[in-house]
């Protein structure tokens, strides 16, 4: 799930998970799972939300740029210590963003 009506709070998810295609190329691309459920997403409160985008773990992988702009700047941060994932997409901790997209899967009912 992703509400920006949600504020300064955690939320659960199982089935949550955040990948990285290293340069474009499938067979080189990092999957990771959420390993800490309760802290899948993190919602920031409202006036942080101008300069903070999707937050996946806490500080396993968050989006920020001081000037509204994740292309600027290497602001945005991906931790090698987090826990709340099962392994980190990035081999650089700090990083400029250029695209991101953010999917919401839906389990086929039959």
Request: with cysteine; charged share 20%.
């Amino acid at each position: 799930m992703w509400d920006n009506t949600k504020n300064d709070t955690y939320m659960h998810t199982n089935d949550s998970f955040i990948f990285s295609l290293k340069n474009g190329n499938i067979q080189n691309s990092i999957l990771s799972r959420v390993a800490k459920p309760d802290c899948a997403l993190y919602y920031y409160e409202k006036s942080y939300q101008n300069s903070y985008g999707p937050n996946f773990g806490g500080d396993s992988l968050y989006m920020y740029s001081s000037v509204s702009n994740f292309t600027m700047n290497n602001e945005s941060h991906s931790s090698p210590n987090s826990e709340r994932y099962e392994k980190q997409i990035r081999t650089t901790n700090q990083f400029s963003i250029v695209d991101y997209e953010v999917f919401k899967v839906n389990k086929k009912t039959t």
